[in-house]
């Protein structure tokens, strides 16, 4: 089992990756992350910086406390809606991670 700190770490670049490829799909500035995603990706590491949830949590998603902030919570899931499914053919390995965490920490609280 994975430490807090080493969840923390693999969640954050996790999303930084769904927010990255976001943004060079949709917004197109091809020179790294427009100021909307760069301001996105902040926040995402801020609030998983500060996530007293992090031990037993699998992901924020599934989490019964919510600590975005509305506007901000939008913006995430439009990016996880667009970035969820293209993520097998851009980052496989974290997709497959992904799916193996999830498939395993369901099965262990179910």
């Known amino acids: 089992m994975k430490t807090a700190e080493q969840k923390r770490e ?7 990756q769904m927010i990255a490829l976001y943004c060079r799909k949709k917004h197109r500035c ?13 926040y995402a590491r801020q609030r998983s910086a500060r996530c007293p949830f992090m031990e037993s949590k699998t992901f924020c998603s599934s989490c019964k406390v919510h ?9 995430i899931r439009e990016v996880m809606r667009f970035s969820g499914p293209r993520m097998m053919l851009y980052h496989p390995l974290t997709a497959m991670r992904h799916i193996w965490y999830t498939a395993v920490s369901g099965s262990a609280t179910s």
């Open 30 to 42: 091809g020179c790294g992350l427009c100021e909307s995603c760069a301001k996105l990706e902040e």
């Open 10 to 16: 693999w969640e954050q670049k996790m999303v930084s």
């Open 67 to 75: 600590c975005y902030k509305p506007e901000m919570r939008e913006k």
